[in-house]
């Protein structure tokens, strides 16, 4: 579950509703746009009930969201009809249903992509040029170098292109026109065997099963989905002592 969700409506928002002063707890309405405000609470009200919906959330109750905020901004000095600690235990079994949703989801699609990462490995093995380590990873020597190899602890500075087995393009160190220089131990496992294959001066394509890359768990706010097979296009540009 995302973070924002915790604190369920950020505090402009209830201003701009608060500014709006709607008298009506009707949501089938049509919106009017008579003025900006009017905009933004809608635009507001919009990308929050998109990021429930994300979440999985489909049976909000509408009603009770818009008392809740008229009654801390038109009652603030009575009772709310739930106590604090009452509000904090509903959003806390929220947050943890939420949770379980989402990891719900993740484990059916990386199961999904994990079938089709296996399919496209096991004919990707058979092309020319392809190499099969025997912790499963696959690669191609696309240009030799003539310089030394590092080891697994090396710091290195690399070139690089990452791709899904669709071709999108996820990451590019060439697009930034900026190298990487990193250790190889903090990085993920197809990378760490993958690079100390190489010699300076190299460039080599790399097919990381999903265990070597990211596994089900993708970096949040990557375009990589769970279970997928990640492919590397590494140049190797030096060894940093």
Known sequence: MKRNLLYLI??????????????????????????????????????????LATEGVDNFNYHNFIAGVRHSIETADQD???????????????????????MQRQQAEAAVNREEAEEFLAQNAEREGVMVTDSGLQYRVLEEGAGPSPSADSEVQVHYRGTLIN?????????????????????IPGWTEGVQL?????????????????????????????????I???ELLDIIE
């Open 198 to 230: 190489m010699e300076v001066g190299s460039t080599y394509e790399f097919f990381l099963p999903p265990d070597l890359g990211y596994g089900n768990q993708p970096p949040s706010g990557s375009i990589i989905p769970p279970g997928a097979v990640l």
């Open 232 to 234: 590397f296009e590494v």
């Open 80 to 102: 709310p009809a739930m106590d604090e600690s009452q509000m904090q235990a509903a959003l806390q079994s929220f947050q943890m249903e939420m949770q379980e949703r989402s």
């Open 10 to 51: 950020p505090l402009f928002l209830i201003y701009t509703l608060a500014a709006a002063s709607c008298q009506s707890d009707e949501i089938d309405q049509p919106a009017e746009f008579s003025s900006n405000i009017d905009s933004v609470s809608y635009s507001l009200g919009y990308f929050y009930g998109r990021s």
């Open 167 to 187: 071709g999108e393009e996820f990451d590019s160190s060439y697009k930034r026109d900026d190298p990487v220089q990193f250790n190889l131990g903090g990085v």
